[in-house]
């Protein structure tokens, strides 16, 4: 079984601080989705790693994935509050039809 | 809409009902997905589909039934409603290129057993 655990589970942090979510697993994916989910809403793509070592940005959110293509980090610098949300990572693998997904971050940013 | 539309995105039903949830997707995506969210969890996958006529289970699928006759539609039964079935469903789509896999959410279904 492909498990991808991420870390913490909630955190509620002051709007302007900086933060890093993980995702980790002991299985090697092809790539990997990071989504966020607002309440009352289906998660949505922030964005796909594919390349070990490979970083991505997105404004104030930056992605990794890892080198050996087992872990991904998000970090949110001076979080604001419209950041509030569920985010979840998924690991795929190439040409698989189904997505392993961890069980989220619900993260709250205090005005 | 192009999309991936749900129906209904609110449902009360009692238990032992037989309920549908309806799921169209627009661009002809050959994989669909049903999840279950409940509080304290992520996304559970009850079934999904590669293509038409072709279905799966996922990690939880008792209590539930799937059919795709259509590339387009995925509906989802609860034959017998219980009360432990009461969640947030969500419908997916997905576009495979390669390594990524790409899904494509609905905006939900509240489903309340009583």
């Known amino acids: 079984t492909q498990l991808l655990e991420q870390s913490p589970q909630f955190l509620s942090i002051q709007e302007g601080e900086n933060l890093t979510v993980y995702c980790n697993s002991s299985?090697?994916?092809?790539?990997l989705q990071w989504y966020r989910q607002e309440p009352g809403e289906g998660p949505v793509l922030l964005v796909t790693?594919?390349?070990?070592?490979e970083v991505k940005k997105l404004k104030r959110l930056t992605f990794q994935f890892g080198d050996a293509r087992k872990d991904s980090s998000l970090h949110i610098t001076a979080a604001q509050p419209g950041d509030t949300g569920l985010y979840l990572c998924?690991?795929?693998?190439?040409?698989?039809?189904?997505?392993?997904f961890g069980d989220g971050t619900t993260l709250t940013v205090k005005p | 809409d192009a999309g991936i539309t749900q129906s209904p995105r609110y449902k009360i039903t009692e238990t032992g009902r037989q309920v549908t949830l309806m799921c169209h997707q627009t661009?002809?995506?050959?994989?669909m997905f049903w999840y279950r969210q409940d509080l304290g969890h992520g996304l559970r996958l009850i079934y999904y589909?590669?293509?038409?006529?072709?279905?799966d289970k996922g990690e939880v699928p008792d209590g539930y039934v799937v059919s795709r006759s259509k590339t387009e539609n995925f509906p989802l039964t609860l034959e017998s409603a219980t009360r432990s079935q009461t969640s947030v469903y969500f419908c997916?789509?997905?576009?495979?290129?390669?390594?990524?896999?790409?899904?494509?959410f609905g905006a939900g279904t509240r489903l309340s057993v009583l």
């Open positions: 997916a789509s997905s576009q495979i290129q390669g390594p990524k896999n790409i899904q494509y």
């Open positions: 299985s090697v994916f092809s790539s």
């Open positions: 790693v594919v390349t070990g070592g």
């Open positions: 998924a690991g795929a693998k190439t040409n698989a039809g189904k997505s392993t």
């Open positions: 661009w002809s995506h050959s994989y």
């Open positions: 589909s590669a293509a038409a006529d072709i279905t």
